[in-house]
């Protein structure tokens, strides 16, 4: 069964900044995998597919990256609307990792 | 346009059923499968099972078999999913998410959510 892992649990950080946020497999998961962005009160929304192929409607500053087991998501500059929970996710039946909160400084 | 409508809120007594509806509108509704997804208060995500719309075929997490039914109504472009023998510990969000490679009941990405259910169980 593969297990994602999410590094920071939290990541406080300011507007402007660049976000770095981490995800890894206990196995390969091959370039199948996706990242998410929940706001409180809200559904999660698609970022990222594929490991690093942006969602329709996603702004350039997500970038994702990775293969194999180790997988990051790169907010260039954050902008206010970008504080929330990054979830992870792969294509198996413990698809999602535990979430990633981008919080203000 | 297109989009995932959930049914409303709901509060039950432990050992009851419930079950939550989610009415696709602005696409073809059998050309995609449709997960459920729920989030216990403060936590993360948890799938809980896939449904095909088309052919009413249906695979379910682990930790839910045997308590959970998921169906279509393709006269209504909706589907449910049904929660038996409830406790406390699944008082969460319900939302419901379209596949969106959706082959053979096999997970790709989730590219259209629901707006969420509330389910609280108690006493």
């Known amino acids: 069964e593969i297990v994602l892992t999410q590094s920071p649990a939290t990541l406080s950080l300011s507007p402007g900044e660049r976000a770095t946020l981490s995800c890894r497999a206990n196995e390969s998961v091959y370039s199948y995998l996706a990242w998410y962005q929940q706001k409180p009160g809200q559904a999660p929304r698609l970022l990222i597919y594929d490991a690093s192929t942006r969602a329709a409607g996603i702004p350039e500053r997500f970038s994702g990256s990775g293969s194999g087991t180790d997988f990051t998501l790169t907010i260039s500059s954050l902008e206010p609307e970008d504080f929330a929970v990054y979830y992870c996710q792969q294509r198996g039946d413990w698809p999602f990792g535990p979430g990633t909160k981008v919080d203000f400084k | ?123």
Request: net charge positive.
């Open chain 2, 1 to 123: 346009q297109v989009q995932l409508v959930q049914s409303g809120a709901e509060v039950r007594k432990p050992g009851a059923s419930l079950k939550v509806s989610c009415k696709a509108s602005g696409y073809i509704f059998t050309s995609y499968h449709i997960h459920w997804v729920r989030q216990a208060p403060g936590q993360g995500l948890e799938w809980m099972g896939i449904i095909n719309p088309s052919r009413g075929n249906t695979r379910y997490a682990k930790k839910f078999q045997g308590r959970v039914t998921m169906t279509r109504d393709t006269s209504t472009n909706t589907v449910s999913m049904e929660l038996s023998s409830l406790r406390s510990e699944d008082t969460a969000v319900y939302f419901c998410a379209r596949d969106m490679v959706s082959y053979q009941l096999q997970l790709s990405y989730f590219d259209l959510w629901g707006q969420g259910t509330l389910v609280t169980v108690s006493s």
